[in-house]
């Protein structure tokens, strides 16, 4: 897996096992700039968000501190570099890259790839841990 | 456990508070593996806490109060002997004799008898119905008594008596005191604060009879009333002794050891009587003559013998006498010299009578010490005030503003007059000094890196402070504040790490330039993209001064989910729907509208504190469907989700009631449609009562309107919350067109100049001057903002558009209200219901020991 968390470039459709994993979401026009949507990927809840400069990255919907499904409606933001969301319920912020959370390094939340393909989001697999 | 070579016996004559203690210091010093501990306990159960006796009525049982719930010590060196008396004692043999018969050798003896009640000689003490206020068998006759009885009178108006008449009013009797001085708690109180005292006390229903003694006890075999000196009755069918204590010391003096002039066995500073093998703890026992009343000193006096007895130099050299009590729900607390017997002492009193308030500061004749005071009504400056006198840090330059309420010239947080000890957050025991190391000195972070705290969110994660119930993060606050303000540092008000401004600052910004976007005004004024702080506030701010639709163009990207949404989320993802109900009034056909939708999407239903219908468990793709059904019915968004006008909450008024002097309903649904949808930094709460008698409780309310004979009065910055706050009088019997005037200008000055978060009475705090200052801007208009501060105001009114009925006509609005992106049909299965008294509740998803904040964040 790279560590580019998107790309807005990529076109290859050719169908290799790891094509299979990948899941149409909205058009890319359908997603403001610095706001997340929910999505269904494979039965699970996504978080997908699109950044001011039109990365695209996804998160899994649900607040680990609380158990709610609501991680897309939480407000963008930068600190420093980072680009985050912070939760609805109680505020963390979990960084959009890698699902770090920024305030509780015990805390994460699973991070999917994602590629835009055509002008149309799609959601890939969930990403492993990566080392802190 | 037995040994070849006997152990060393030590033997504990009496198990109340102190005998316990002192077994339970042995024990967990190690005396009891080198000594083998009998205790002699005369009441038929172990030690329990006395202190708290009243609190027994409310109890399951005794267990409830019991110092050692299991009835034994789990050391096998210790034996527990109750419902024994121990009838003699002989030096020379070194033995007690017991009431069972037996005789018992020692080789350590500690007398531990604690004290009896006074019963001062009158006639007919002993008549029946007559009681004394000590043990659980005690309590247990007075409960028997009061069966039958209606009333009852204590003898003694002390801390005891005081406590016992609070068992009487318990008890449903109606309740006399009598006390002999001429105030009540004599001892720690004088006589201004036994006067505030006894008007508590009173207004409790309890009947005070100061400066009067009791002349005989009345009854033929049965108590039926008290004779007081001069031929005056109190009639009574209960009657409680509670005129104080005597050390119990009868054993000692029929042992010859010495006793104190006014009772007690006499000791030394390790608590060793005249016989060295014997000692004496607690009340029965007078280091250096003088007998202490109270548990504090016996536990440290139990220390010091254990020590001794283990080699220790530990010496007992009297005790802090302070007290701190609740007293009929009553504050009263004296501390220190409170009767200023230093010499050249001088007093600082502040006294209302009306609160109910008398505080007094007894400090040095220099006026640099504090030391001691007395307080009642309101004790919660006795934390900041004890540890002043024990410390004998220098006072501030105005001591009296340690005692004074805050806006009457008291120190809001007083945080530069806190001693270092003084507890900040009582939540986490975090004290003064240890916010002020963490903000000298750098500490390691979870990183393992060193940091420093530079602000509150940085103190709250490094020492806990503030981060459990949240009513300390305003004196957290100031400390930081006034922390770097006396190094010279600048203290930033800046809103995060995005815009160097405060919240005014930046409301002035967006006014002059006349931005009308975020991103305008982050590239103007600030870095980078923003934040879940600043984004809401500019949103806030541009509704105020634009007061365009909240998820028009980009601005729905700004706001905190409830905004975004126009509903308020709930601890599961869902969110709850609050129509608004002007005034609280509504017809029986709204009335049934809002039963039939919250009955077809299966919604729980509560109504609030507010006079509104909150419903509950709507999936966010549920609410636009809700809204089109409540919307056509003629409701429209109660702004529940906002920070912005709430609720104006009223009585029925002079339509209806017959005490009215003013239609208080037109009047709350004038005000409630008047400043709808106004965005504001915080939540706005409004009230209006048709009279004096307060039944929309406006007062709690950030304003507040009064009906007078002539009008109506104007009160401003009351809130409820974590802090509460008394709204306090703006402007009185003002005319409907003058009252609407002062509270456009009221609200928008505070809409204008208030911080983040910041609720109208911490902001009246903040306003240099108080509410004198803001009178002279509301009412005398000396900054001539007035008009201006009008036509703000009615701009707003004659942009305000129903939010909910705006979206339901936008496609594009409505096309975030799905549950999923690609598949808004499919509800998320993360949102679950289960059933409470025959609503739904949510299922799971549990909060994992998250801390919910409350009060104004950091």
């Known amino acids: 897996m790279t560590t580019s968390t998107s790309t807005s470039t990529s076109t290859s459709t050719s169908a290799g096992p790891d094509e299979l994993l990948w899941v149409p979401v909205c058009p890319l026009d359908a997603l403001a700039r610095e706001a997340g949507v929910p999505a269904l990927v494979r039965g699970e809840a996504v978080a997908v968000f699109r950044t001011h400069d039109d990365q695209v990255h996804a998160l899994s919907n649900i607040d680990p501190v609380t158990g709610a499904s609501v991680l897309s409606r939480g407000i963008i933001g930068t600190r420093g570099d980072e680009v985050f969301v912070a939760s609805p319920l109680h505020k963390e912020h979990y960084a959009l890259r890698d699902g770090r959370c920024l305030d509780d390094p015990t805390l994460r939340v699973a991070a999917y790839d994602t590629r835009v393909v055509d002008g149309e989001v799609q959601v890939g697999g969930r990403r492993p841990e990566c080392p802190q | ?858």
């Open chain 2, 1 to 858: 456990m037995t040994s070849t070579t006997p152990r060393p016996r030590l033997v504990v004559v009496g198990h109340g508070m102190v005998g316990h203690r002192l077994v339970q210091a042995a024990v967990e010093r190690g005396l009891s593996a080198t000594h083998d501990i009998v205790v002699v306990g005369e009441e038929p159960r172990p030690a329990y806490d006395r202190v708290a006796l009243t609190s027994y009525f409310a109890a399951s049982g005794p267990e409830e109060l019991s110092l050692l719930p299991s009835g034994s010590y789990d050391d096998p060196a210790v034996e527990l002997l109750l419902g024994t008396e121990v009838t003699a004692l002989d030096r020379a043999d070194r033995t007690v004799a017991l009431s069972d018969g037996r005789v018992l050798g020692y080789d350590q003896l500690v007398l531990a008898t604690g004290a009896a009640p006074f019963v001062p000689p009158v006639p007919g003490r002993d008549l029946d119905g007559c009681f004394v206020y000590r043990t659980i068998e005690d309590l247990d006759a007075i409960r028997a008594a009061a069966g039958p009885a209606t009333a009852g009178v204590v003898v003694g108006g002390g801390l005891l008596g005081l406590e016992a008449a609070n068992a009487l009013v318990q008890l449903g009797l109606e309740t006399h005191v009598v006390e002999m001085a001429p105030r009540l708690m004599p001892v720690q109180l004088d006589e201004a604060a036994g006067a505030t005292l006894v008007r508590h006390v009173e207004g409790l229903g309890v009947q005070v009879h100061t400066g009067v003694a009791t002349e005989s006890v009345s009854g033929a075999d049965r108590v039926d009333g008290l004779v007081l000196a001069g031929g005056a009755r109190v009639e009574a069918q209960v009657v409680v002794f509670s005129a104080g204590i005597r050390p119990r010391d009868a054993l000692a003096r029929a042992a010859g050891l010495e006793v104190a002039e006014r009772g007690g066995v006499l000791v030394d500073e390790q608590c060793r009587s005249s016989d060295e093998r014997i000692w004496a703890v607690g009340e029965c026992a007078a280091p250096g003559g003088r007998m202490y009343g109270l548990v504090a000193p016996g536990y440290d006096m139990a220390e010091v013998v254990v020590d001794a007895l283990l080699g220790g130099a530990g010496r007992f050299v009297g005790a802090d006498m302070s007290t701190k009590l609740k007293l009929l729900g009553v504050d009263v607390a004296s501390f220190g010299d409170a009767f200023a017997t230093t010499e050249g002492a001088l007093e600082l009193v502040f006294s209302d009578a009306v609160a109910g308030l008398y505080k007094k500061l007894v400090v040095s004749d220099d006026g640099r010490r504090l030391l001691g005071g007395i307080l009642v009504g309101d004790a919660s400056a006795y934390g900041v005030l004890r540890p002043m006198v024990a410390s004998g840090i220098d006072l501030p330059d105005n001591p009296e503003e340690l005692i004074l309420p805050p806006g009457r010239g008291g120190a809001a947080t007083g945080v530069a007059s806190l001693p270092p000890e003084a507890q900040v957050c009582s939540c986490n025991n975090v004290t003064k000094a240890d916010l002020l190391e963490r903000l000298d000195q750098a500490h390691p972070g979870p990183d393992g890196a060193e940091h420093h705290c530079e602000d509150v969110a940085a103190l709250k994660a490094c020492t806990g402070a503030g981060s459990t119930c949240g009513s300390c993060v305003g004196t957290v606050k100031a400390l930081v504040e006034d922390h770097f303000a006396a190094q010279g540092r600048e203290v930033s008000r800046a809103l995060c790490e995005h815009f160097a401004l405060s919240r005014a600052e930046l409301f002035d910004v967006v006014a002059i330039h006349g931005y009308r976007s975020f991103d305008e005004v982050v590239a103007a004024h600030g870095t980078g993209r923003g934040c879940d702080v600043c984004k809401p506030t500019v949103a806030s701010v541009l509704a105020s001064l634009v007061n365009e639709h909240v998820l028009g163009e980009q601005r729905a990207v700004l706001q905190d989910t409830n905004d975004a949404f126009l509903a308020n989320i709930q601890r599961n993802g869902s969110y709850s729907v609050v129509p608004r109900i002007p005034g609280g009034e509504i017809t029986p056909d709204k009335l049934i509208v809002i039963g039939e939708v919250a009955r077809d999407h299966g919604l729980y239903t509560k109504i609030t504190g507010g006079q509104r219908i909150d419903l509950f468990g709507a999936r966010v793709e549920e609410l636009p469907v809700i809204w089109r059904r409540l919307v056509d019915a003629g409701f429209e968004s109660g702004h529940a989700y906002g920070k912005s006008l709430r609720t104006v909450k009223s009585c029925v008024g002079s339509t209806w009631c017959r005490f009215g002097v003013q239609d208080s309903v037109q009047m709350a649904i004038d005000l409630e449609l008047r400043y709808r949808g106004l965005r504001s930094p915080h939540k706005l709460k409004g009230g209006v009562s048709g009279c004096a008698r307060e039944c929309a409780e406006a007062r709690s309310k950030d304003f507040g309107v009064i009906a007078t004979e002539k009008g109506w009065n104007l009160y401003v910055g009351g809130n409820g919350g974590a802090t509460p706050a008394h709204a306090r009088l703006l402007a009185g019997d003002l005319d409907d067109e003058t009252l609407v005037r002062y509270l456009d200008r009221y609200l928008m000055y505070y809409v204008r100049t208030a911080d983040r978060l910041q609720r109208t009475a911490p902001w009246l705090d903040s306003l240099e001057g108080g509410l004198d200052r803001l009178r002279e801007v509301v009412v005398d208009d000396v900054l001539g903002l007035g008009s201006e501060l009008e036509a703000a105001m009615a701009r707003h009114v004659a942009t305000y558009v129903d939010e909910w009925s705006a979206v339901l006509d936008d496609p594009d609005k409505l096309a975030r209200f799905v549950s999923f992106v690609n598949a808004p049909e499919t509800p998320d299965p993360a949102v679950s219901f289960g059933t409470v008294r025959e609503q739904i509740v949510p299922n799971g998803p549990v909060d994992l020991g998250a801390t919910i904040p409350v009060g104004a964040p950091a």
